[in-house]
């Protein structure tokens, strides 16, 4: 068995690097590609020069060439311009976009969260040289993890480099704040809302919170039958309890019933349920002591918008989704400086695995949140501690302070949404402690668990600086370090003038 085991394995590592190499030269390509439409730009420029006039109708001209040309849509085609254009500004970005080290996604998500940067520079706020700064800190980044998670990161680079042009941008941006409708065909219509980026994420967390208390509780939904001759419908409308003998047992049990609303359908129910004594109530299908509640066949994404739909109609959800869910609200974190919460500056705060927040909503917040953990920083960013007193809470708390998601690379589940996972399983000794524990998504958890077969089980150890170490069942190594959040340290001459700000604060 050994030996057949050794092939497969050899297989599975020479597939991987096989489609590594590919994926290595598909971004090589889309670089060429990027630099070709750079040079067809720089063409545009000098015709432009010789006709100014025209610079709207040369340079739609263009786009319209290479979209026709290309099968490619015009805004596509419109987007892949700017990006070219962008990537004029990041020399360094470039090169490891040439050499396939990031993808055509890692590129668009850094050109376009240095918008901020560049605006902070042409209004003075900050000096030329702060782009090369974001450029080194975004590819650091790029490098190393998904698009994905590059988005979040470097628009937190980019804010706090950026500084109060983040603030003003927020406060322009909130005026644009809209809900569009256009028609889809098939009885389909688009619901477009410009929200606060914070506002959007409470929403999306508290429907999916709701439909999945939905799909957890089916015996909360008001069900509707048809009778014997299936032309009319029982409507059930509460719940009593009723007391069944186990024919096989002789002993009693207490069993919960859905009564009819009217008083017709509840002598016939009753009626039926004398009937049904002469057969077994707990185990015949078609006894009327049994309420049978048809499966929800909805996906999640189906479950959210009907939920939508019933809380912008019905203000709360109405009975037929289950009853309980008027205390789900939505979530969200935020982090903040200490000095910016007092209003001692207007630094942005940060919306966790999201970007920068306008530091007046981050008070808004604050003003209504029940639930602080004061953070500790290191030199690097990375969270030490918390000062909550009770130990159970103030783990969780750090844990989900200090992941912010799923600790398996790449993915980007929110915290919130995972389980705290013991990194040394805890039946073979590993402690319940800070060092011990990670944050892993329902998807991700499971790959490591000890009832996985050894060829398909992944690994994983927690090193000192809170980096998880995962091996594949290949034996390929992949490392997700823990996020940090962005901050600037002062120079020795700087922090002996300074006092250093507060500790940051999540709620």
Not at 27 to 54: H, T, W
């Given at each position: 068995?050994?030996?057949?085991?050794?092939?497969?394995?050899?297989?599975?590592?020479?597939?991987?690097?096989?489609?590594?190499?590919?994926?290595?030269?598909?971004?090589?390509?889309?670089?060429?590609?990027?630099?070709?439409?750079?040079?067809?730009?720089?063409?545009?420029?000098?015709?432009?020069?010789?006709?100014?006039?025209?610079?709207?109708?040369?340079?739609?001209?263009?786009?319209?060439?290479?979209?026709?040309?290309?099968?490619?849509?015009?805004?596509?085609?419109?987007?892949?311009?700017?990006?070219?254009?962008?990537?004029?500004?990041?020399?360094?970005?470039?090169?490891?976009?040439?050499?396939?080290?990031?993808?055509?996604?890692?590129?668009?998500?850094?050109?376009?969260?240095?918008?901020?940067?560049?605006?902070?520079?042409?209004?003075?706020?900050?000096?030329?040289?702060?782009?090369?700064?974001?450029?080194?800190?975004?590819?650091?980044?790029?490098?190393?993890?998904?698009?994905?998670?590059?988005?979040?990161?470097?628009?937190?680079?980019?804010?706090?480099?950026?500084?109060?042009?983040?603030?003003?941008?927020?406060?322009?941006?909130?005026?644009?704040?809209?809900?569009?409708?256009?028609?889809?065909?098939?009885?389909?219509?688009?619901?477009?809302?410009?929200?606060?980026?914070?506002?959007?994420?409470?929403?999306?967390?508290?429907?999916?919170?709701?439909?999945?208390?939905?799909?957890?509780?089916?015996?909360?939904?008001?069900?509707?039958?048809?009778?014997?001759?299936?032309?009319?419908?029982?409507?059930?409308?509460?719940?009593?309890?009723?007391?069944?003998?186990?024919?096989?047992?002789?002993?009693?049990?207490?069993?919960?019933?859905?009564?009819?609303?009217?008083?017709?359908?509840?002598?016939?129910?009753?009626?039926?349920?004398?009937?049904?004594?002469?057969?077994?109530?707990?185990?015949?299908?078609?006894s009327a002591a049994i309420t049978h509640v048809p499966d929800d066949p909805r996906t999640m994404d189906q479950m959210r918008a009907d939920l939508l739909t019933d809380l912008l109609l019905a203000s709360d959800p109405s009975a037929v989704f289950g009853e309980g869910l008027g205390n789900i609200t939505g979530h969200v974190?935020?982090?903040?400086?200490?000095?910016?919460?007092?209003?001692?500056?207007?630094?942005?705060?940060?919306?966790?695995?999201?970007?920068?927040?306008?530091?007046?909503?981050?008070?808004?917040?604050?003003?209504?949140?029940?639930?602080?953990?004061?953070?500790?920083?290191?030199?690097?960013?990375?969270?030490?501690?918390?000062?909550?007193?009770?130990?159970?809470?103030?783990?969780?708390?750090?844990?989900?302070?200090?992941?912010q998601h799923c600790r398996f690379p790449g993915c980007r589940v929110p915290a919130r949404r995972c389980d705290l996972d013991h990194t040394w399983d805890h039946a073979l000794g590993g402690p319940t402690s800070l060092d011990n524990l990670a944050d892993l998504c329902h998807s991700h958890h499971p790959l490591k668990h000890?009832?996985?077969?050894?060829?398909?089980?992944?690994?994983?150890?927690?090193?000192?600086?809170?980096?998880?170490?995962?091996?594949?069942?290949?034996?390929?190594?992949?490392?997700?370090?823990?996020?940090?959040?962005?901050?600037?340290?002062?120079?020795?001459?700087?922090?002996?003038?300074?006092?250093?700000?507060?500790?940051?604060?999540?709620?």
């Amino acid at each position: 068995m050994a030996t057949d085991a050794l092939p497969t394995l050899s297989q599975h590592l020479v597939l991987l690097d096989e489609w590594l190499e590919t994926r290595r030269q598909i971004a090589r390509l889309e670089a060429r590609a990027a630099g070709l439409l750079a040079q067809r730009i720089a063409v545009m420029d000098a015709e432009v020069a010789e006709a100014p006039r025209y610079r709207d109708t040369i340079q739609r001209s263009m786009i319209a060439e290479y979209a026709v040309a290309g099968r490619v849509p015009k805004g596509s085609m419109d987007y892949a311009f700017a990006d070219a254009h962008a990537l004029a500004d990041f020399p360094a970005l470039s090169e490891s976009f040439a050499e396939g080290r990031v993808t055509g996604a890692h590129v668009r998500e850094i050109t376009r969260a240095a918008s901020v940067v560049h605006e902070a520079i042409a209004t003075g706020n900050v000096d030329a040289g702060t782009l090369t700064l974001y450029e080194a800190a975004a590819l650091e980044i790029a490098e190393n993890d998904t698009p994905a998670r590059t988005r979040a990161a470097v628009r937190e680079v980019a804010a706090a480099l950026a500084g109060v042009t983040v603030t003003e941008r927020h406060k322009a941006a909130e005026a644009e704040r809209c809900v569009t409708s256009r028609p889809v065909g098939d009885g389909l219509a688009l619901l477009q809302a410009v929200l606060p980026e914070h506002v959007v994420a409470a929403i999306m967390d508290r429907l999916t919170q709701t439909a999945k208390h939905v799909i957890a509780h089916p015996e909360e939904r008001r069900p509707v039958f048809p009778d014997d001759d299936e032309a009319d419908f029982v409507e059930y409308a509460e719940r009593d309890a009723i007391t069944i003998e186990d024919p096989r047992t002789g002993e009693s049990a207490e069993h919960e019933i859905w009564l009819p609303a009217t008083a017709d359908d509840l002598e016939a129910y009753w009626a039926a349920i004398d009937a049904a004594r002469d057969t077994d109530p707990l185990t015949d299908p078609n006894s009327a002591a049994i309420t049978h509640v048809p499966d929800d066949p909805r996906t999640m994404d189906q479950m959210r918008a009907d939920l939508l739909t019933d809380l912008l109609l019905a203000s709360d959800p109405s009975a037929v989704f289950g009853e309980g869910l008027g205390n789900i609200t939505g979530h969200v974190q935020v982090t903040i400086s200490a000095t910016t919460l007092v209003g001692e500056d207007d630094k942005p705060a940060q919306l966790d695995n999201e970007g920068p927040l306008h530091p007046d909503v981050a008070r808004r917040l604050a003003g209504r949140a029940t639930l602080w953990t004061r953070l500790f920083l290191d030199a690097t960013g990375v969270v030490t501690q918390t000062d909550s007193y009770t130990p159970t809470a103030a783990m969780v708390r750090h844990l989900r302070a200090r992941d912010q998601h799923c600790r398996f690379p790449g993915c980007r589940v929110p915290a919130r949404r995972c389980d705290l996972d013991h990194t040394w399983d805890h039946a073979l000794g590993g402690p319940t402690s800070l060092d011990n524990l990670a944050d892993l998504c329902h998807s991700h958890h499971p790959l490591k668990h000890p009832s996985i077969p050894d060829a398909h089980r992944w690994t994983a150890r927690q090193l000192p600086d809170r980096t998880i170490e995962w091996t594949t069942p290949q034996g390929r190594v992949h490392t997700d370090p823990p996020p940090r959040r962005v901050m600037f340290i002062p120079t020795p001459e700087v922090a002996r003038q300074t006092t250093l700000p507060e500790p940051a604060c999540p709620f």
